[in-house]
């Protein structure tokens, strides 16, 4: 009699098992559908070493880009340990398409103040958008450890007038 009722509880561990991870597995795929989470495409990739030799459009110029319908893009390329441009300019309540790219390691792209936060991955094209919309100067940092002077690499967003 006691072999049944610890076989029932044991039974009934398994079917708890069973539900709570394909539970979790509801969740992270209905995550990944909500957020637009996606693998990067070739057409999101560049060579590293064509990029930091300057012979890959757009990373050929860096730089902030006023679009025809109004937007801006801010084409920047990361490398140990700096950001080009460091200084990026834009008019408040503009939507900024920020294209970024790494020529060396994996970089970190974090504007706390608009929920921007990126990977920069050698070979790869992160594309975020963010709107400002109010006039300051927001901090451009680098999240990922990027070897001995990672603390130093930084940027800015510098926002003001309207656009």
Excluded at 143 to 156: N, R, T
Aim: hydrophobic share 45%.
């Amino acid at each position: 009699m006691a072999t049944l009722k610890i076989e029932k509880w044991e039974r009934w561990f398994l079917y708890a098992t069973v539900v709570v991870l394909v539970g979790f597995f509801i969740a992270i795929i209905a995550s990944i559908g909500e957020a637009g989470i996606h693998l990067p495409t070739d057409e999101a990739q560049v060579d590293p070493a064509a990029v930091a030799s300057g012979d890959v459009p757009p990373f050929d110029n860096p730089g902030v880009y006023e679009q025809p319908d109004g937007t801006y893009q801010a084409v920047v390329v990361a490398k140990a340990w700096s950001f080009d441009p460091p200084e990026i300019e834009v008019p408040v309540g503009k939507e900024v398409e920020f294209v970024v790219t790494s020529t060396d390691v994996i970089h970190g792209f974090l504007i706390s103040e608009v929920a921007v936060n990126g990977m920069i991955i050698p070979g790869q094209v992160l594309k975020v958008n963010a709107t400002f919309d109010e006039a300051g100067v927001y901090d451009v940092i680098c999240h990922e450890y990027c070897g001995l002077a990672h603390s130093q690499m930084f940027g800015q967003v510098k926002v003001g007038g309207e656009g």
